[in-house]
């Protein structure tokens, strides 16, 4: 039943497609190659740019299927739940797949629990079981200290959410053809119990969730006047602020920064810790980033058990000697030194990058 | 107003070690407790049951001893509870779990707000609330961090989303879940937990619900877990220690050196 296809959803905000899109355009490809099946996206929205829907083809999309209408211009869970639905009755996927963000993390489980089908939440590998050809996803539990692996072997579509930045953005293929259907939602459409009256953006100039650079403060950095230090390395990297949970219960960074389970979950290419213990909750919201640097003055601190690298130290010293460098790096002021470390760890480093690479 | 909110027992990991030798979780001594990001969706039924009067109900969905968490949202100063308890509930994914809360919700009759908590620390999929809103109809807010006053039959409220907050208007009854940044859960009171020690907290089971046998626990779950794995060690910490000006100078560099590698600066 291949011919029925995998499906992503990719999400807009204001008209323009969102790049979260070409993640799961890169898992999906990768899903339909295997399946011998078309790969569909279907985008939700009003007024929607058709560059953004010309660059799903671009990225790896065979048809993008674009509903329209007034009431779908901001996420409000009713409508959008009831076109794809809609489009799950007319097009009957067999895999459908969404990222993780709050978006996904809501419309997937209405619109699953409406159809009566399976989903799995925050999937970091998707894969297809050679022998069922069915959906294995896998996903991080208890903290991350986990993973399971879990299908769903009878009901249809096979749906899954799965971590923004967890993979790269497929490339695009300039000249590459698709179908792109533009649609009006369905007369019968409802607007639901929920009406928008604003958005409030978040004023810093960095979010946490797009964030591929973050550098986090845990307790080490003592007080809250000391944070002008990790946001000067911060500004060094062009990275977003994050925050463990006792700096924001202390009220020296506010809960947009919060990461871990009782904040947001992701997965940067580049996450340094300074004076962050590493409790497993906090762990479970970063440990799946790219490359993790940590800075600790405690060596047995439960952070450098994810770590690339670790620096036993003050983060009060080390901070701004590693802004500083950043820098004189960028303004082409300085090369790095220390060619030995290079050659010597060249090979550790690859090998921790295959490790990652067929993880994913 | 009436309010429901659905909690659930979890392992208590805030002290959790992991035994490094097996990479698992140390469960000795590791107790059972209300999942702590439920604590926000009670405060915040107990500061508008305080504001607006109304009623609070607690329920959960688990084994017999999930009465313990139960108990403490009482003696938070929920005004009743109800659990449901079955072996016919055993191995319910989210979509078996959200079916048996909704159908509980279902037999509580009139409710005008729905409060979850955004995600359980065990499980981690934040699944069940917007299922169960679906399975009964209702609009929903996921990621509530702020609530605004009720006018009217509806309710304004401040969700926290990629890059800000959306403000929606909800017509009741709806479906709420929320993020910590919503209220600053209480202690229990000593009056609240001999109040709960004494109360009586009624057990529902499959036949006390409105529910079809094959859509609960394994059997009525769409999804299986097929294999419990750990996650290879990828990283190997290289600890590098900066005790002075040159060994800080020199750390540095070889954090720079890999993130020159890795293509990161």
């Known amino acids: 039943m291949s011919s029925e296809g995998i499906w992503i959803l990719a999400e807009q905000f204001a008209g323009r497609v969102l790049p979260v899109s070409f993640e799961l355009l890169r898992r999906g490809r990768e899903l339909a190659d295997k399946r011998g099946a078309q790969l569909s996206a279907m985008v939700f929205g009003h007024d929607i740019d058709a560059a953004g829907l010309q660059e799903l083809v671009d990225r790896g999309a065979d048809r993008v299927v674009a509903t329209e209408a ?31 963000t709050t978006t996904g993390r809501t419309l997937m489980p209405y619109v699953a629990a409406k159809a009566y089908v399976g989903l799995t939440a925050d999937c970091t590998v998707l894969d297809i079981d050679p022998e069922t050809g069915g959906l294995l996803q896998t996903r991080p539990a208890i903290g991350g200290n986990i993973l399971a692996t879990i299908t769903t072997p009878d009901r249809r579509p096979q749906m899954a959410t799965v971590r923004p930045h967890s993979t790269r953005p497929a490339e695009p293929t300039p000249g590459r053809t698709g179908e792109i259907i533009r649609r009006s939602a369905p007369a019968d459409c409802p607007a639901g119990g929920a009406e928008f009256l604003e958005f409030i953006p978040e004023t810093s100039e960095h979010h946490l969730e797009d964030a591929d650079f973050v550098v986090a403060v845990g307790r080490g950095i003592k007080k809250s006047e000391n944070i002008p230090v990790a946001e000067d390395l911060a500004d060094a ?55 993790i640097v940590a800075v600790n003055s405690d060596p ?27 820098r004189e790096i960028q303004n082409g002021k300085s090369e790095i030194r220390n060619p030995k470390f290079e050659t010597n760890t060249k090979h550790e480093i690859r090998n921790t990058k295959q490790t990652r690479d067929s993880k994913s | 107003m009436r309010i429901v909110v659905p909690i659930k027992q979890v392992p208590e990991t805030d002290n959790v070690k992991m035994d490094e030798q097996t990479g698992t979780m140390v469960r000795e001594g590791v107790e059972s407790i209300i999942n702590p990001l439920d604590l926000y969706a009670i405060e915040l039924a107990l500061v508008l049951h305080e504001q607006y009067g109304g009623e609070v109900i607690a329920i959960s969905m688990g084994p017999a001893q999930a009465i313990r968490a139960l108990r403490e949202a009482l003696a938070m100063g929920c005004d009743s509870a109800v659990l449901l308890s079955d072996r016919a509930f055993a191995g319910s994914d989210t979509w078996a779990t959200s079916y048996v809360l909704q159908a509980a919700i279902r037999r509580l009759g009139d409710v005008d707000l729905i409060i979850c908590g955004e995600r359980a620390t065990d499980g981690e999929t934040g699944q069940v609330g917007p299922a169960i809103a679906a399975m009964l109809d209702l609009p929903a807010a996921t990621y509530v961090s702020q609530f605004e006053a009720p006018e009217d039959g509806h309710i304004r409220v401040r969700r926290l989303v990629e890059g800000g907050w959306q403000v929606l208007r909800l017509k009741l009854p709806a479906l709420l879940t929320v993020v910590k940044e919503v209220s600053q859960p209480r202690l229990p009171t000593l009056r609240g937990k001999q109040r709960a020690k004494a109360a009586d907290i009624p057990v529902w089971q499959a036949g006390d619900l409105d529910v079809e046998a094959d859509k609960l626990g394994l059997v009525g779950s769409p999804t299986r877990v097929v ?39």
Not at chain 1, 82 to 93: G, I, K, S, V
Not at chain 2, 228 to 245: E, F, M, W
């Open chain 1, 70 to 100: 007034p009431q779908l211009e901001h996420f409000l869970v009713q409508p959008y739940a009831a076109c794809m639905l809609t489009l799950l009755d007319e097009y009957r996927p067999e895999i459908v797949i969404a990222a993780a």
């Open chain 1, 237 to 291: 990297l062009d990275a977003a602020l994050g925050a463990s949970r006792e700096v924001v219960d202390r009220g020296w960074l506010s809960y947009p920064h919060q990461v871990g389970l009782s904040g947001k979950t992701i997965t940067p290419r580049l996450y340094v810790a300074l004076g962050v213990s590493g409790s497993i909750q906090h762990l479970a919201g970063m440990q799946t980033a790219e490359t």
């Open chain 1, 300 to 326: 047995e601190a439960q952070i450098f058990r994810v770590a690339d690298v670790g620096i036993v130290g003050d983060l009060f010293e080390v901070a701004p000697v590693l802004a500083q460098r950043l």
């Open chain 2, 227 to 265: 294999r419990i794995h750990r996650p290879k060690v990828a990283r190997q910490c290289r600890k590098l220690r900066a005790n002075d000006a040159d060994s800080t100078a020199a750390a540095v560099d070889e954090v720079l050196t890999l993130l020159n590698e890795r293509e990161l600066l």
